[in-house]
């Protein structure tokens, strides 16, 4: 097995046996409490006027929106390893979509896992009807999110462990290939952030923020997905929840593609309203309350509450068997799965789809490790491993979205339920050793003035690539995301309320 890089669950953990940095913070902390209290209230009233917000969950109405919990100054990340990442993403775009045309490799590695997951099969099911039937659009657009976080190595006593006595790396968390979100919401934490450091008379850091442009780079790539499929009469369709919570994070993607081509129209409709409302056309277009479909773009579908009984099943197959252009097609979904990640990372693996050494080396380099559970000799070996020592580990099932993995002193007990049958579901991972920052996480009804808390952070890059099983038309780095969390919470979601929005500041 590959070496482990350890994390824990706490501060207080870490204190007792590892070496875990604080990266600086960009400004001196902590703010002067008068000031800090009217600049949380200046930055709440900014960013929900600027559409940095979200429906409550507990008091939902459509009428109102809360705004997003946000860290109030930026948290650092070093730039030679944000560069790093932004320079990858177009390789793993082009390995993504390499994996997802490969018939073979999907059909090997997800053989076990479609047996005891229901909803992956279900999945594969209509992906081998689409095989079967032959597909009736080449093109994919995928529209990709590679989330990583630091993992810092330190030297000397703890005492010493600050920036100038550690390095860091970074190893990728996941690849999202459906509903990779954030395109809105990453840019306008740039945007609060700011503002809150223009307050604070910081202005000589604003320099240090990088450029995100993630909402212009992944409605360009709809853009001129739409452009190639060549019907200007034709609409895009947002495939949504019953209920959008992250309403701004999906509405100016809409918004901004109308701003950029007037002549496209967006609808957004459920998968229970296009199996009631959907049909195809005689050259099998999508049709769909009269609109005629030429890209569809998931912001639903990735878990199985989105499928409440077989006429949402019945939509995903209509959607896929048409000549729409879809992001992502059935067969980049599945290439999207925790198994295909975990599979990927085994010997000799990158090299199937790439065969420059160097490249292949510089992938590798990214992945932290990543284990089967299933009755072979490796799962069994990980499966020992996660009982005698949990912290080291999270355990990862097919799904996204956030709030479904288990992590720490949790995983024997998860484990103890499951057959070796029903650990073929889920894969194990390393657990990564993030450095820690100092900040204030302002959050809907959170208390005033904010404590300073420790936290770590989460990059998310985004790409986008247009191409067939033959060839690749685009392929770019679309903008990134930065979301950060207390640094004893496990799961880091803003969406699902674990998180806050925030923007990385390059320190050298």
């Known amino acids: 097995m590959a070496q482990k890089a350890m994390q824990i669950n706490s501060v207080e953990d870490v204190t007792k046996s590892v070496k875990i940095p604080i990266l600086e913070s960009c400004i001196e902390l902590p703010i002067e409490e008068e000031t800090l209290i009217e600049l949380t209230q200046k930055a709440k009233d900014w960013a929900i006027m600027h559409g940095a917000g979200m429906r409550s969950k507990t008091n939902f109405s459509s009428d109102s929106l809360n705004f997003a919990p ?38 090997k590695t997800l053989a076990e896992t479609i047996k005891v997951d229901e ?90 923020l990088p450029e995100n442009n993630a909402l212009f780079g992944i409605c360009n790539a709809m853009i001129k997905a739409w452009e190639i499929y060549g019907n200007d009469e034709a609409v895009i369709l947002f495939i949504i929840e019953d209920i959008s919570y992250n309403i701004c994070d999906q509405r100016f993607h809409e918004f901004e593609i109308r701003q950029m081509n007037p002549k496209i129209k967006v609808i957004r409709k459920t998968l229970t309203q296009i199996y009631n409302q959907s049909k195809l056309g005689p050259n099998k277009e999508l049709i769909v309350g009269g609109h005629h479909i030429s890209v569809v773009y998931f912001r639903a579908g990735y878990e199985p509450g989105h499928y409440p009984s077989q006429n949402e099943w019945d939509a995903r197959l209509l959607i896929e068997r048409s000549k729409a252009i879809k992001c992502p097609t059935i067969y980049y979904h599945l290439a999207g799965t925790k198994k295909v990640q975990q599979a990927l990372s085994e010997p000799g693996m990158v090299e199937r789809f790439i065969k420059d050494p160097a490249t292949v080396a510089e992938v590798r380099n990214i992945f932290t490790g990543l284990y089967p559970l299933d009755d072979t000799n490796e799962g069994n070996a990980a499966y020992v491993l996660a009982m005698q020592d949990p912290e080291r580990f999270v355990l990862k099932p097919q799904r996204e979205g956030g709030g479904n993995n288990v992590y720490g002193l949790d995983i024997p007990d998860a484990l103890k339920k499951m057959s070796k049958t029903e650990r073929k579901a889920w894969i194990l991972m390393d657990r990564i050793l993030p450095p820690i920052s100092k900040g204030y996480m302002i959050r809907p009804g959170g208390p005033i003035p904010p404590p300073i808390v420790d936290l770590v952070s989460e990059l998310g890059i985004f790409g986008a690539i247009i191409g067939d099983a033959k060839s690749i038309k685009i392929n770019y780095m679309a903008g990134h995301m930065f979301r950060t969390k207390i640094s004893t919470a496990n799961e880091g979601g803003v969406a699902a309320g674990l998180g806050a929005l925030d923007s990385p500041y390059m320190v050298d």
């Open 119 to 208: 909803f992956t099969g279900n999945l594969y099911k209509i992906y081998e009807k689409i095989l079967s039937e032959g597909i009736s659009q080449p093109i994919s657009l995928g529209l990709l999110r590679s989330d990583l976080m630091l993992e810092s190595r330190c030297h000397g006593s703890i005492e010493n462990a600050n920036k100038s006595l550690c390095d860091y790396d970074w190893k990728q968390v996941e690849l999202n290939t459906i509903a990779s979100g954030f395109g809105h919401l990453g840019p306008i934490s740039k945007s609060i952030q700011s503002y809150v450091l223009a307050e604070l008379g910081a202005y000589d850091k604003l320099v240090n």
């Open 70 to 107: 946000f860290i109030l100054t930026p948290c650092s990340f070093p730039r030679k390893q944000f560069e790093k990442a932004l320079k990858i993403q177009t390789v793993l775009n082009e390995l993504t979509h390499s994996i997802a045309h490969d018939e073979e490799f999907l059909k």
